[in-house]
């Protein structure tokens, strides 16, 4: 069965870097556009960063700058970077899959805390 897991939530200070992965089983995630998104409580689950199968990446204009979303097609694993975190930064962090035929898979979540 095909999943998505993702790690490296934490708790951290302003400031501060993180970086997610989020790891797929299956043996086509190189076809795959990878997304990150997040929920902060009581707000609905928005896109952050977005990675094509071909590599280009897009990113909301709240991360721009700071975060980088990158894929390793070997390790069948997307990453996020999260650098200057910020205290609205803080969110459960998704990942989601996207394959050519419109079907989607998402990760079971976790969380980043920003928090002094």
Not at 92 to 103: E, F, I, R
Request: proline share 3%; glycine share 12%; aromatic share 10%.
């Amino acid at each position: 069965q095909m999943q998505l897991v993702e790690s490296g939530g934490g708790n951290v200070q302003p400031g501060g870097s993180l970086r997610l992965s989020c790891v797929a089983s299956g043996n086509i995630f190189h076809i795959w556009t990878m997304d990150w998104y997040r929920q902060a409580p009581g707000k609905q689950r928005d896109l952050v960063a977005r990675i094509t199968s071909g590599g280009g990446s897009s990113y909301a204009a709240s991360v721009k700058g700071r975060f980088t979303i990158s894929r390793d097609n070997a390790k069948n694993t997307v990453y996020l970077q999260m650098n200057s975190l910020k205290p609205e930064d803080e969110a459960v962090y998704y990942c989601k899959s996207l394959d050519p035929w419109g079907n989607a898979l998402w990760g079971q979540g976790t969380q980043v805390t920003v928090s002094s």
